[in-house]
């Protein structure tokens, strides 16, 4: 019951504070990667820069090459393990995407970029109070 709480507190959090505008930042600390039908590799561990800026409707990931998408607006959709918030995007070179934000029930929070034929996900840890 607790952590039910505290996710949807979490939310309303990032729903919040997309609401104001605040620019939010993240580190994402592991990746996995995999194509469609298939599973995903092992986690491999990084330092990546995430910030979500609502305003702009704009995510920026600072990886080698630094990947930008647009969203159009996140949708909420809830589940027993975790709480999605998915929206329709492109990415840097302007190809259709899916972005979701998926807050999960022990606390962590995962960033996953779906195209067509593959899907990336980040292991997110908020940094925000450090900016």
Known sequence: MFKKVFLTLSLLMIVVMS??????????????????????????????????????KRIVISSQREQIIDYVGFKEVTDSDA?????????????PIRVSFILVNDGGILLMIEYNDYQYMYLLKDITDQY
């Open 19 to 56: 609401a104001m505008s605040a620019d939010r930042y993240y580190l994402a600390t592991n990746y996995t990667m995999k194509t469609t039908g298939g599973d995903f590799k092992e986690w491999i561990q990084t330092e990546i820069l995430v910030a979500l800026n609502p305003s702009t």
């Open 83 to 95: 709480t999605v918030l998915v929206s329709s995007a492109t990415d840097s070179d302007y190809k």
